[in-house]
């Protein structure tokens, strides 16, 4: 089969990192971007990264998804709320082509399934610690790996298509640990029971992931909302459960394992810390909204997750 086309929307701390890559493993990758565009386009991409550095001296850079050619794989590597201009942004795709959306937060790739339809989305989760620190500068301080699922409108179990499948292959080719999952649904909620603490805290305490986990008060609160996500995770995996699909739990030790993880984790200031510094708008609906708004629909009492998302719309507000 001829190499895939890769479009990359959103060359920033994921994008860069992960375009980078499959560039530089012989994919055929094309960039949008926006302000960075003049830079990269003369001077290519920089990724430092624990695993090597890249330097891409000649990037297919554009500043116009109309200009880009077919594509047969788009990335949306974009923040959550840039959501709204993915109308604009999505270059043109084959017939039987994927969207891949790396975004964190509940439900993201509804978003995109009113461009596309849904059985050609897969979503991506990323666990890694990456920044971009200058323009067309890309800092990867730590981890890399890319849980891939299959997007299910009805939020059930879904497999990988073949096409799909050999998309993770093309990662794996470029040296991104990959791994599979049929339930991106549930996946998406193991992902907010850090993604939900460490972010709004963050912010609210001016932290960054060491000191957060210095405290011993604020390592109960971070268990606290831990329990809260996993709980309403939970909630909606017995609501959709069939009687095919009874083992989408996520067990309330694995809050415990997250905490241990953290520990071992370099200081990490998080991307939400970070576009609150930089005065960016935060995700704060996509990782805080959502999940709160779905333990009020199944009629869970969550007060710590009611407290962290008030305490980061007022510091929103603020600003």
Known sequence: MATKRYAIIGTGAIGGYYGARLQQSGCDVHFLLRSDYDHVKKHGLVVQSVDGDMELSQVHAYNSAAKMPLMDVVVIALKTTQNHQLSELMPP???????????????????????VPPQQIMGGLCFICSNKVGVGHIRHLDYGKIQLGAYSATKQRRGLTPLMTEIADDLRGANIPIHVTDDLFMARWRKL????????????????????MADEGIRQRIYALMA?????GNGWAA????????????????????????ARMKPYRTSMKIDFDAGRPLEVEAILGK????????????????KLYGQVQTLVQQC
């Open 93 to 115: 795709l084959r017939e039987n082509g994927v969207v891949l959306v790396l975004q964190n937060g509940l439900d993201t790739e509804a978003d995109v399934a009113k461009l």
């Open 193 to 212: 029971v850090w993604n939900v603490p460490y972010n709004g805290l963050s912010v609210v305490l001016d932290a960054t992931t060491n000191e957060l």
């Open 228 to 232: 809260e996500v996993i709980a309403t």
């Open 239 to 262: 609501r959709l459960a069939t009687s095919a699909m009874t083992d989408r739990e996520i067990p309330m030790s694995f809050a415990t394992d997250m905490l241990a993880a953290t």
């Open 291 to 306: 999940p709160l708004r779905a333990a009020r629909e199944l009629g869970l009492a969550v007060p710590a997750m009611e």
